[in-house]
């Protein structure tokens, strides 16, 4: 069954806006920034800020597919929305490197990775045997 034109609006606003956070958040400055805020509220240790990457990543790809379902079969929602994911990671991460008082951890770029293969890794641990029907 489709999803009503709100719906889809709904599901397009949501991850245009967690993306567009995302960025935000990656490129930053680093000092007195609402990154570097959050990242002292949650302990400002290598560990949380790298969660919440994770956190950050998972939300993302999650959002994505449950976007891109409406459009395409289910794996290929799932193969483009974490494409979207690893390529919005690697590209803010790498583009630290330009920002002030940034820089790349390879930590974080792992972190990202992890938050981006969470979300189907949860599908097929849910789904059972029946995610190998939804994810190649």
């Known amino acids: ?35 570097e805020d959050l990242s002292r509220f949650f302990g ?5 800020d790298a969660l919440g990457h994770v956190f950050l990543f998972g939300i993302l790809t999650a959002l994505w597919w449950w976007t891109l379902m409406e459009h395409l079969p289910l794996p290929h929602a799932l193969r483009a929305a974490v494409a979207v994911g690893l390529t919005t990671g690697i590209v803010t991460e790498l583009a630290r490197f330009f ?8 930590i974080d770029l792992v972190a990202n990775g992890i938050g981006v293969l969470l979300p189907p890794t949860i599908l097929r641990l849910l789904a059972g045997n029946r995610a190998f029907d939804l994810i190649p």
């Open 44 to 48: 400002g240790t290598d560990l949380t």
């Open 99 to 106: 920002i002030p008082h940034w820089g790349v951890a390879l």
């Open 1 to 35: 069954m489709s999803a009503s034109p709100l719906t889809i609006l709904l599901r397009w606003s949501a991850a245009l806006a967690w993306t567009a956070l995302t960025v935000f958040l990656m490129l930053s400055p680093g000092e007195q920034s609402t990154a």
